[in-house]
């Protein structure tokens, strides 16, 4: 069975296009564009990575990240971000991200951390 993608990311064409690409690569993929919808699917979900947008409107990664760690400690979520520098992105790794992976990424850092 493929592996599952749970994508977070306000910004539709950075969504669709690591969707088709993590599909091209065989993984099964869910994305969404509103952070709190997407927290609530990564909770009631069961996906073998969640990948997180830390700056979006309404709810911020490092929030989302904390809230699903909180409900689901074993679930595996990664940020991404164009600013690693950003103390939002402190804060999502204090909360237990497994990382941070720059936009523009490199599709390879993403597919090391879904163990492929």
């Known amino acids: 069975m493929a592996k599952k993608v749970l994508i977070i990311d306000d910004e539709v064409m950075v969504l669709d296009a690591l969707k088709v690409i993590l599909e091209d ?7 969404y ?3 709190v919808e997407g927290e609530q699917a990564a909770i009631a979900g069961d996906y073998d990575l969640v990948l997180s947008d830390l700056r979006m409107p309404g709810k911020n990664g490092a929030d989302v990240v904390k809230s699903i760690l909180e409900k689901k400690p074993e679930a595996r979520v990664l940020v991404i971000t164009a600013f690693p520098s950003d103390t939002l992105a402190e804060k999502a790794l204090a909360s237990g991200a497994l990382g941070l992976v720059r936009k523009p990424f490199e599709i390879s850092k993403i597919v090391e951390y879904l163990g492929g």
């Open 25 to 31: 690569l065989g993984y099964g993929v869910e994305g």
């Open 33 to 35: 564009s509103d952070p």
